[in-house]
């Protein structure tokens, strides 16, 4: 066997994969476990690239959150919460609560902030979420281009859910805090802990329903209200793979909050490279493992997109329907159907034995020599036609029709049937 060419890692770039000696369909990702691999590794720089401009919507938020940590931080130290201790007569007769209501009012401004700042952030969210599904879905993309167009697309929806989700922190963050200064005067302080613990569990549940909206925003068109109420069904239904796939997205996030050095230094340099675009990754490779289970079957929408099917008789359209029943291979068929059946033997055809034949035309001719042309045609004509009625119920010709009617009908019969059975997408979940 002779040696291999070696090729630079430019002409391997050029090429693709599908021109190497090593590649094989086999080889290509047949879940969704392999294609979130198979795009980590293959579309790096492409996922980078998105990372960066979607961090850029974030800048804004970002720098409320840092503005928020000075400024607690400066009140930590020269607020007189302390004062006096230690010394006698406090400077301040009465500082009980102080600090619950300093940061009761700080945070008033900081989360209305928050939810100013998120609406920005919800501009590259919906660009790199559409650049995001468009590699699952294994579509060409251009990053630039495909970023302005998804957030022409999907800016509302993206919108809506970040909306929704900061209000949720904004009501919490108010209620827990009042819930803190009541504490502190020992006022119902059971039943305020309680409250702050249900705030704490809104603000999760109203998480993961924000991303459903995101990913069901991105994909389907629908409307308001609808859109969050199919999110709830979503999150609901799938609660425990929701929760730990919310998780495991949220890993570089969760890093830079655990206060350990080394750890926080790596999620914030994931989250500068690639966090983000790991994140929108993760989420939307889920979502769409989640589309193609309970919704995309039940409308007739295509599923398994971007995934190799090693079942070359497997057709994905609206389930795991069998390749014939689709309406392109029943068309195909018919058309094999229509070029396979001859004229020359479905009919009877008379043969060249009877002694007619066609006028020959005299070098000089008239208009009597024209008549008798066309009348000898015409004579053929018909004893063609009348060999062909008198022979038409010939056994031979009988079941050679036979046969090609029963196919037809059959097939008529399919499309019938594909069109009883069809559902048309509701309109809260038409497909982009």
């Not at 409320?64 to 007569?89: C, D, E, H, K, T």
């Not at 005067?185 to 459903?212: C, R």
């Not at 979503?234 to 890993?251: C, K």
């Not at 029943?330 to 066609?358: C, F, N, T, W």
Request: aromatic letters at 12%.
């Amino acid at each position: 066997m002779a040696d291999r060419e070696r090729k630079g890692w430019v002409a391997r770039w050029l090429e693709g994969k599908e021109r190497s000696e090593d590649y094989a369909r086999s080889t290509l990702p047949s879940n969704r476990w392999q294609l979130f691999w198979d795009i980590m590794k293959g579309r790096f720089g492409r996922l980078m690239l998105v990372n960066l401009l979607t961090l850029v919507t974030f800048v804004p938020l970002i720098l409320v959150y840092i503005w928020r940590l000075m400024v607690v931080s400066a009140q930590n130290i020269i607020g007189p919460f302390g004062s006096g201790l230690g010394v006698g007569y406090p400077v301040i007769p009465d500082v009980v609560g102080m600090a619950q209501w300093t940061a009761f009012q700080n945070d008033l401004l900081f989360f209305a902030l928050f939810i100013a700042g998120g609406l920005i952030a919800a501009v590259g969210i919906s660009g790199g979420m559409y650049i995001i599904r468009n590699l699952i879905w294994t579509e060409g993309i251009f990053v630039a281009n495909d970023f302005v167009r998804g957030i022409r697309r999907n800016f509302w929806n993206v919108a809506e859910a970040v909306f929704l989700f900061t209000l949720t922190l904004f009501v919490a963050q108010t209620m827990g805090n009042l819930a803190n200064w009541c504490i502190a005067l020992d006022i119902a302080p059971t039943w305020m802990l309680v409250s702050k613990i249900v705030g704490y569990v809104l603000v999760a549940l109203m998480g993961l329903i924000a991303l459903w909206m995101i990913s069901l925003g991105i994909n389907y068109k629908q409307g308001p209200w609808a859109l969050f109420r199919n999110a709830v069904v979503m999150g609901v239904g799938t609660l425990p793979q929701t929760v730990f796939f919310a998780f495991l997205a949220a890993i570089p996030v969760l890093l830079m909050f655990t206060g350990i050095g080394f750890l926080v230094a790596i999620g914030i340099i994931v989250m500068l490279l690639f966090g983000l675009s790991y994140i929108m990754l993760v989420w939307m490779d889920y979502s769409q493992w989640a589309f193609d289970k309970f919704v995309n079957p039940n409308i007739g929408v295509k599923t398994g997109r971007g995934l190799y099917s090693r079942d070359p008789k497997e057709d994905k359209i609206g389930g795991s329907a069998p390749a014939e029943s689709s309406a392109a291979m029943r068309e195909y068929r018919r058309m094999i159907l229509a070029q396979g059946k001859s004229q020359l033997v479905s009919r009877p055809i008379k043969p060249l034995d009877d002694g007619l034949e066609v006028y020959q035309l005299p070098d000089s001719f008239s208009r009597d020599d024209l008549r008798r042309l066309k009348e000898s045609k015409d004579a053929i004509d018909e004893d063609v036609k009348a060999y062909a009625e008198e022979h038409k119920d010939d056994e031979q010709y009988v079941e050679y029709n036979k046969q090609f009617e029963e196919l037809e009908r059959a097939l008529d019969d399919g499309d019938d049937k594909k069109k009883k059975k069809l559902k048309k997408a509701p309109k809260m979940l038409n497909k982009r």
